[in-house]
């Protein structure tokens, strides 16, 4: 099946720096997702994003799907963005069956 | 709008015992999924409904059996439980439309634990 590689495993920061977290996956996929699950371990959608460009305050993503990769940026962190940032993929020939990648855990420090 | 619903939160079993963890969402989706969370993992598919009246296997099947009870709802049953099945378990649907979107949405999840 399609294997998913998130980079880096675990981050630390300060409140206020910026970050980029990474997704590469192993085919072509037709969606791509990106989650965040608090530290309640929940999961909160935050963008949905097969290919192109989208933000969302200080959250934007981009995937390009040629290059086989994912980026989430995130800006102006603050301690409530602390929790585990997941990438998730389907299959290529099944569109029920999502992979995820084994997360960044992210904590930011105030 | 409540969306993806699971009973319940927290289970604890023994070995051996069977249980059923439910899901129900509100948001007229056609598919429907169980996933189970361990820990430092992502993630890891068990069955998917597409469609009402239809279950598939996922990544992980063994152990577990599934109902598709109507288009709402989707039950996950434990028949002899292991301790290797301790996990948090989440639901997750999604609106399959035309052509390949198939956003998911996912439940708070069930913590289980087997002794």
């Known amino acids: 099946g399609i294997q998913v590689e998130q980079s880096p495993p675990d981050l630390i920061l300060q409140e206020g720096a910026n970050s980029t977290l990474r997704c590469n996956f192993s085919d072509s996929v037709n969606n791509l997702q990106w989650f965040h699950q608090n530290p309640w371990g929940q999961l909160i959608n935050l963008f949905y994003?097969?290919?192109g460009t989208k933000q969302n305050g200080r959250l934007s993503a981009t995937t390009v799907a040629t290059e086989r990769y994912s980026l989430l940026y995130i800006s102006s962190s603050q301690t409530t963005d602390s929790g585990v940032y997941f990438c998730a993929v389907l299959q290529p020939y099944n569109n029920n069956d999502m992979r995820f990648g084994a997360g960044t855990r992210l904590t930011v420090k105030p | 709008n409540a969306g993806v619903t699971q009973t319940p939160k927290f289970q604890v079993l023994k070995t051996g015992q069977s249980m059923t963890l439910q899901c129900a969402q509100d948001?007229?989706?056609?598919?429907m999924y169980w996933y189970r969370q361990d820990p430092g993992m992502g993630l890891r598919l068990i069955y998917y409904s597409a469609s009402e009246g239809t279950t598939d296997k996922g990544e992980v099947p063994n152990g577990y059996n599934v109902s598709r009870l109507n288009k709402r709802e989707f039950s996950l049953r434990l028949e002899s439980a292991a301790p290797s099945q301790t996990s948090v378990y989440f639901c997750?649907?999604?609106?399959?439309?035309?052509?390949?979107?198939?956003?998911?949405?996912f439940g708070p999840g069930t913590r289980l634990t087997v002794l």
């Open positions: 948001m007229n989706h056609n598919s």
């Open positions: 997750a649907s999604s609106d399959r439309g035309s052509g390949a979107y198939n956003e998911q949405f």
């Open positions: 994003i097969p290919s």
